[in-house]
């Protein structure tokens, strides 16, 4: 009996060590794609970790500002400069960074801001808050370059005095009467009582990424919270030239993201002094490309002349009286607006 021979099927695989050109090629285009992905994402996260960083520093801030008005006597009635007589009755007040208020000296004689707000009392609060750095975040210090690499602190007063901060973020605060709406011509008597020690009032803390420009802006209504500025003109504000009462024109697009962003605030000015100001909420805004056609003819083409911009407002802190905010008819609404303005607290308050 001859033995069995026994086979083996050939294998279908054979060994081998390393890997093939093709395949380096294909883990380098999956890994570009990769890296490329996360590259792109990168400048988003900067910008969010940016933005936050601003958050949470005007937090801190509008903490920083409430703890002054209470500590230091704010919040009071006195803060109300009747010293200036009749020009400054029934007027609400502000007061806060010296830039920002700089910039509402310099509104014209005739602006409807300038016939509703007036500076608070000037030695009252110099008596009680450091003018000169009371109203800025402090933390940022400033630096001074040495002759070699390291940089030292910089101090006020030429190096005499305490160290210095940077200016930048910064607040500014506006009190209102909460009495009834003060009439025009409200007589001294009346006014002081409004403003007595255990009287209503609405305190505002408006916080800036840093101090800015301010423009008075005339906004016409579309209906109900929607408004368009592309046409309407506006009061400039500088802090170099105070008797700038000249309208500039048409506000553009650049205008609109400086004063008019998205998630920012502005300052409804009733067209008489019936009632107070009062800080609105833009909650968005946009502006639409304008389109014509070239000889009326052809495809559409970009056309600034008919480009339309909008700025939708959170009325309802306006309330029944919305309406008497308009004027034109109903037409007009018009604003205070502020570049670099991050967000406003409202404290209701009995005056001290």
Known sequence: MSPRRRTTAASGSTNR?????????????????????????????????????????????????????????????????????QASIGKACYFGAPAISQTMASLPQNSPAFNLLAPASSTVVASRIDVARGFDLKDDLSFIQLTGDTPRN?????????????????????????????????DLATWTQATAPGAGAVVSVAVFKKPGDGKVIPLTSMGGALFEHSTSKFDKLTNSNNTDNKLTGAIDEQDRKRFLPGCSYVLALPPAATLPPQWLKVTSSWTNPGRSQAGGVGALVEDA????????????????????????????????????????????????
């Not at 400048?43 to 509008?62: K, N, V």
Request: hydrophobic share 50%; with cysteine.
């Open 154 to 186: 910089g101090f006020m007063g030429n190096g005499t005095g305490s160290r210095d901060y940077r200016q930048g973020m910064c607040w500014w605060a506006t009190v209102m009467p909460t009495a009834a709406a003060p009439p025009a011509g409200w």
């Open 305 to 352: 002349a008919t480009r339309e911009s909008f700025v939708v407002l959170d009325l309802n802190p306006l309330g029944v009286n919305a309406a008497n905010y308009l004027s034109n008819n109903g037409a007009t609404l018009t604003v205070l607006a502020f570049e670099n303005l991050m967000r406003v607290d409202h404290y209701t308050v009995s005056l001290d």
């Open 17 to 85: 060590e390393g890997i093939t050109l093709l395949e380096v090629l294909v883990a380098c285009g999956i890994l570009v794609v990769g890296l490329a992905s996360v590259a792109s994402v990168m400048p988003a996260a900067g910008s969010r970790l940016a933005q936050a960083t601003f958050e949470d520093r005007a937090a801190a801030a509008a903490a920083n500002a409430y703890a002054e008005l209470v500590n230091r006597g704010l919040m009071a009635g006195d803060v109300f400069d009747t010293g200036k007589g």
